[in-house]
């Protein structure tokens, strides 16, 4: 019976860990449906690691692109949409066909701007971190001199953009807000392509202002080009402002490194006990019942022994005194 309380206590342990993990903010990016091949996005990371490349399975259709390996030190583009790919620039008038250096697809602006057509809400359903979605980033409580017109949007995949907001709301003193759908080709989108401050992550997350107007957003057809409307100073010296664009650079979830291959005798045992473990307790702990019970029996056997021979000669004495009596009455 003692070992009841450890399985219990494993059983509450391996729930408790399993809640923790659930609240991690990393999210999962599978390649493969033949043998589920997945790679971690995850806040904070440094990323980095070997590129892999997406295998022809199912009529993916991203299948023979890189992804991954880019670091958190490539993270920050410019105000141009296309920026920040820290390899596969091959056609700089283009983002289609491009590699996906952080695991994230980039954002969609519609009609075809600059071939992000092949990244439109039709694959939605397959996006790495859901569907694209924008957030206001207000701050009410005083710690930043907040100036007038400075509000800023967030635009990314959903799971990155919550995780964002997050962090924004524990470091910058942002107001909670949940995500809205994105959506650039309606009329009453409150951010446009020409309001994006800052692209991040391979243009597949941007900082943008509704008080910020880029006039030559529009009619860029060069990735790498540096010519952009100058942001104006209540943003440009804003700490509200520095304080986004930091935590944006150091927590954006980025890709992991490619898991490492479980070779060794230790992992394998880890992988087997982390496997059997519960059960293997749970084992230990019947037998631990049975051996009580067995001991338990044989106690209890031995008493009735005991009772049994007691009684016995107290019935033989008894016989005994009946026939005295018999000799002393003739």
């Not at 924008?134 to 509000?151: H, Q, S, Y």
């Not at 479980?262 to 307790?281: A, C, E, K, W």
Request: aromatic residues 12%.
């Amino acid at each position: 019976m003692a070992s009841l309380p450890l399985v219990l206590i494993t059983l509450l342990i391996h729930l408790i860990s399993h809640q923790v993990r659930a609240n991690d903010p990393l999210f999962f990016v599978t390649t493969a449906l033949v043998n589920f091949d997945a790679r971690v996005v995850q806040g904070w990371s440094g990323g980095g690691g070997e590129r892999w490349t997406i295998t022809n399975d199912s009529n993916y259709p991203f299948a023979g692109r890189e992804f991954g390996a880019a670091d958190r030190w490539t993270l920050k583009g410019t105000q141009t949409f296309g920026s920040g790919y820290p390899y596969g620039n091959v056609d700089n008038s283009t983002i289609a066909g491009r590699p996906f250096p952080y695991g994230l697809w980039p954002l969609y602006w519609g009609n075809n701007m600059m071939g992000s057509d092949e990244y439109g809400p039709a694959l939605d359903g397959i996006r790495p971190g859901g569907q694209l979605v924008t957030i206001p980033l207000k701050t009410e409580d005083g710690t930043f001199n907040i100036t007038e017109g400075e509000m800023y949007h967030i635009i990314g995949d959903r799971d990155s953009a919550t995780f964002m907001m997050i962090s924004l709301v524990t470091s910058c003193h942002v107001t909670p807000a949940w995500p809205s759908k994105f959506d650039p080709t309606s009329p009453n989108s409150t951010v446009k392509l020409e309001n994006v401050v800052q692209y991040y992550r391979a243009s597949s997350f941007a900082l943008a202002s509704p008080g910020y107007n880029n006039t030559f957003a529009q009619g860029n057809t060069n990735t790498e080009s540096t010519e952009s409307t100058p942001i104006t100073d209540n943003m440009l010296y804003s700490e509200f402002h520095k304080c986004l664009d930091d935590v944006i650079l150091n927590a954006l979830p980025i890709m992991n490194w490619p898991p490492a291959p479980s070779n060794t005798l230790g992992d394998t045992m880890g992988i087997v006990f982390g496997i059997l473990g519960l059960p293997i307790l749970v084992g230990i702990g019947w037998v631990t019942i049975v051996i009580c019970t067995l001991i338990s029996g044989y106690r209890q056997n031995s008493r009735n022994r005991k009772m049994y021979a007691r009684k016995n000669r107290e019935a033989q004495l008894a016989a005994r005194k009946e026939s005295l009596k018999y000799e002393q009455f003739p």
